[in-house]
């Protein structure tokens, strides 16, 4: 598929066979809708087809973490819900992509916490998150939201923090960043968002929400339709993610997602604008993870070739790079933590011998 060199190609996946499903655009009125270039997700086109219920039953999430907790925000009916690995090392935590979950980051989670402490949060509207107002996804409520959480697990004295944010969550990554307001922010990663591509899918996003299947029959079925559909590629992590996107809808008898982004689209554009600019002045560590691809918006091409940030272009996977290949995520973020020497309290310099006092003959 031929892609734009001005821009980051779209963040739908970039298989074979999707090129073979999915129509390209024309350049007449009488076109078929471009293919999607979706900020959130590369959804699915047709509805899975009749499978074992073994083959895509849900796996419990407390088998990647170790704790969960819901953080109740002072003076307010906020309730947070979080996932929790690992005891030792700087935190990473996570920030999932809209329509996702914590549990996006389960299996790598169970990998990084080898050598740091992960927590991955249920952003406001998701999973088992529950707020005031669930559809205000305004990229300055959800930033808010973030330090609150971090304010209320760790105090006035947090330990060494690394943002990592997926599509949505990486745009609130950067923005939480740029605010300067977490002390203890010792990395950023960014997982497979660029502005130039994502304001540019942006007039597409209601047509590709509703073309999604809006409801279930079972929860297997979810699974097995984001698996056949290719949102995800990965069959075990998509067991444990899936599920806590999706709720049981007691009038119609079935289930249906339990984020409602179709009805946030006021806040979409707030999300992306000046994203690239505020990546590159972030003073910490960066890395970016693009799925497939390595075309950048102009920013951030003059930014990598002044060496303000580490990119990685992780192939044959799709969007939810942290969900189709775990293993080769959980490396990154290891080598990342490792190559900028991020310790549990910062940066971490290494201490030098003093030279020998024995007399040399």
Not at 7 to 14: H, T, Y
Not at 122 to 134: A, L, S, V, W
Not at 144 to 173: E, F, K, Q, R
């Amino acid at each position: 598929m031929e892609k734009s060199s001005s821009n980051l190609s779209p963040l739908a996946e970039e298989s074979s066979e999707n090129e073979q499903r999915i129509p390209k655009a024309q350049d007449d009125d009488s076109a078929k809708p471009p293919p999607p270039v979706s900020a959130f997700d590369s959804v699915p086109d047709r509805p899975a087809s009749q499978s074992s219920l073994h083959k895509f039953s849900p796996i419990d999430g407390k088998e990647f973490f170790d704790l969960e907790e819901d953080i109740h925000i002072p003076d307010s009916d906020d309730v947070f819900h979080v996932y929790m690995a690992g005891s030792e090392g700087p935190v990473v935590f996570c920030l999932h992509g809209g329509g996702y979950s914590g549990l996006s980051f389960a299996l790598s989670a169970a990998q990084i916490k080898e050598k740091a402490r992960v927590v991955a949060m249920d952003m406001r509207g998701h999973g088992k998150t529950f707020t005031e107002n669930d559809l205000d996804l305004s990229i300055e409520t959800m930033c808010n939201d973030v330090i609150a959480v971090l304010t209320a697990m760790y105090g006035s004295s947090p330990p060494a923090i690394i943002l990592v944010g997926h599509s949505m969550g990486g745009s609130v990554a950067v923005h939480v960043a740029a605010k300067k307001a977490i002390p203890s922010l010792a990395g950023l990663v960014v997982v497979d968002v660029v502005e130039g591509t994502a304001m540019a899918s942006l007039m597409h996003m209601q047509k590709i929400l509703s073309s999604r299947i809006q409801h279930f029959q079972s929860i297997e079925k979810a699974i097995e339709w984001s698996v056949k559909g290719g949102s995800l590629r990965n069959i075990d992590s998509a067991r444990v993610s899936v599920p806590t996107t999706l709720k049981y809808d007691d009038a119609r008898k079935c289930y249906v997602y339990r984020a409602r982004l179709e009805e946030t689209e006021q806040y979409w554009r707030g999300w992306y604008e000046g994203l690239s600019e505020k990546f590159l002045s972030s003073p910490v560590p960066k890395l970016l993870l693009l799925a497939g691809t390595d075309r950048l918006d102009r920013a951030l091409t003059i930014g990598q070739m002044q060496g303000k940030f580490q990119m990685v272009v992780v192939r044959h996977t799709g969007h939810a790079i942290q969900e189709d290949v775990p293993d080769e995520f959980s490396t990154l973020i290891a080598n990342f933590i490792s190559r900028n020497r991020i310790g549990p309290n910062g940066v971490e310099i290494p201490v030098l011998r003093r030279p020998s006092t024995q007399s040399q003959k």
